[in-house]
């Protein structure tokens, strides 16, 4: 639980960083570009955990079932983002691209430690 809540704190404060430099819109669509990628990374990770303790062997087929569910969410997230909410493309894709990368570099890492530690524990 301690990483899901360290990587909010990290991108509530890279996002009030950014939001110190930038215009009000900006800071809109970088907060915007962070709040999905944040979702599905918190999200994943709560289950992750949750099915890792209850049932491990179901975890593969959570992660599989995730990612199709990840596909449409950020399908329909990036539509709503740019098309309902008219956010400017090239700030809100720049901080999307940025927030994606980072954040699913982070949760592949927290991931090959529970893992890692499942491993270690089922020995």
């Known amino acids: 639980m301690k990483p899901v809540a360290w990587t909010i ?14 215009d009000r819109r900006m800071s809109f669509e970088i907060l915007g570009g962070m709040a999905g990628p944040l979702v599905a990374v918190t999200t994943t990770w709560l ?8 049932h491990p062997a179901g975890l593969m087929s959570l992660m599989a079932g995730g990612f199709a569910v990840k596909v449409v969410f950020f399908g329909v997230y990036v539509a709503v983002m740019l098309r309902v909410l008219a956010l400017r493309p090239v700030p809100f894709v720049a901080s999307f691209t940025i927030y994606f990368i980072g954040l699913y570099l982070t949760e592949a890492l927290y991931l090959r430690r529970l893992f890692s530690e499942g491993m270690r524990a089922s020995r």
């Open 9 to 22: 704190v990290a991108c509530i404060i890279s996002w009030l960083a950014a939001a110190l430099v930038v």
């Open 47 to 54: 289950l992750a955990i949750r099915f890792e303790r209850r």
